[in-house]
T-cell receptor
Framework: AQKITQTQPGMFVQEKEAVTLDCTYD???????LFWYKQPSSGEMIFLIY??????QNATEGRYSLNFQKARKSANLVISASQLGDSAMYFC??????????????FGTGTRLTVIP | DSGVTQTPKHLITATGQRVTLRCSPR?????VYWYQQSLDQGLQFLIH???????AKGNILERFSAQQFPDLHSELNLSSLELGDSALYFC????????????FGQGTRLTVV
């Protein structure tokens, strides 16, 4: 089974509007972390936001917030007040067993976001 | 700038050849992760080193190997290259094994012709 599922291959949003990018995950480990990364056309991977499985509050970083619904195993990224520079691929990722041993990220297939002027 | 340096940025080579990709982690980071991003496989974890020791292997082919040196830089060696090895290879680093975020380098784009 896929550990990370992103069901939206592409999304469009009007500049200055908010947009939600969906992510669901699958794990039996009670300790895990969820990450969102942005990959612009230049190719680099830019870390945006992190949510730990035991965190009580939803994570926020500037215009980015993570809508964490543990029972539904979803970790949607919300970008508020979209800007043209937000146009990029967005990847959801998960790390199991946070803080213990060797940890690597499992990535989803990504969502390409296009911000329309 | 993430502080993780990968060289070279681009590499074009022929099938059957061998190449070495290099990664310098952020200052002080002990963990180095290698990932492959290809059109058909997406982003996949290859291998993780912590302070010179291999800690985890993902979907890494036997033709591929890696090491982390005492100065903590890492090299990914790809041999007997095939067309399907064409991909963007990322290195990421973090201070501890379970750190919250991993900083990614700019990647090395490998094209096998």
């Amino acid at each position: 089974a896929q550990k990370i599922t992103q069901t939206q291959p592409g999304m469009f949003v009007q500049e200055k509007e908010a947009v939600t990018l969906d992510c669901t995950y699958d794990t039996s480990d009670p300790s895990y972390g969820l990450f969102w990364y942005k990959q612009p056309s230049s190719g680099e991977m830019i870390f945006l936001i992190y949510q730990g499985s035991y965190d009580q509050q939803n994570a926020t970083e500037g215009r980015y917030s993570l809508n964490f619904q543990k029972a539904r195993k979803s970790a949607n990224l919300v970008i508020s007040a979209s800007q043209l520079g937000d146009s990029a691929m967005y990847f959801c990722a998960m790390r199991e067993g946070m803080g213990s041993g060797a940890n690597n990220l499992f990535f989803g297939t990504g969502t390409r976001l296009t911000v329309i002027p | 700038d993430s502080g993780v340096t990968q060289t070279p940025k681009h590499l074009i080579t022929a099938t059957g050849q061998r190449v070495t990709l290099r990664c310098s982690p952020r200052s002080g980071d002990l963990s180095v992760y290698w990932y492959q991003q290809s059109l058909d496989q997406g982003l996949q974890f290859l291998i993780h080193y912590y302070n010179g020791e291999e800690r985890a292997k993902g979907n890494i082919l036997e033709r591929f190997s890696a090491q982390q040196f005492p100065d903590l830089h890492s090299e990914l060696n790809l041999s007997s290259l095939e067309l399907g090895d064409s991909a963007l290879y990322f290195c990421a680093s973090s201070f501890q094994q379970g750190s919250v975020e991993a900083f990614f380098g700019q990647g090395t784009r490998l094209t096998v012709v």
